[in-house]
């Protein structure tokens, strides 16, 4: 099994920053992708930003110029940066990773946009 472990979540004004950490108990070099999605409360779940093993990367409409998505293959470790917060962006924020030895999730990081 692997254990994907998300972090930096929390309470941050609109406007602000916040950067999210997932580390991955074995190499990310396993998976060929691995994702940010996020779910707000009484919506589905959805994909904000994708990174390929080769670093190819991809971000939703509704995010793009304010989020970026990376990932340290040292550290086994993806990032997502948040810039710009709003309050639409508050949502339980889950790390996936996809390769062919299955599909994994993180337990969710919340983040709150909030004044």
């Known amino acids: 099994q692997v254990q994907l472990v998300e972090s930096g979540g929390g309470l941050v004004q609109p406007g602000g920053s916040l950067r999210l950490s997932c580390v991955a108990r074995r190499s990310i070099l396993d998976f060929y992708v691995m994702a940010w999605y996020r779910q707000a409360p009484g919506k589905q779940r959805e994909s904000v930003a994708t990174i390929s093993a080769g670093g190819y990367t991809n971000v939703v409409d509704s995010v793009k110029g304010r989020f970026t998505i990376s990932k340290d293959n040292a550290k086994n470790t993806m990032y997502l940066q948040m810039n710009s917060l709003k309050p639409e962006d508050t949502a339980v924020y889950y790390c996936?990773?996809?390769?062919?030895?299955?599909?994994?999730w993180g337990q969710g990081t919340q983040v709150t946009v909030s004044s």
């Open positions: 996936n990773a996809k390769g062919s030895i299955g599909i994994f």
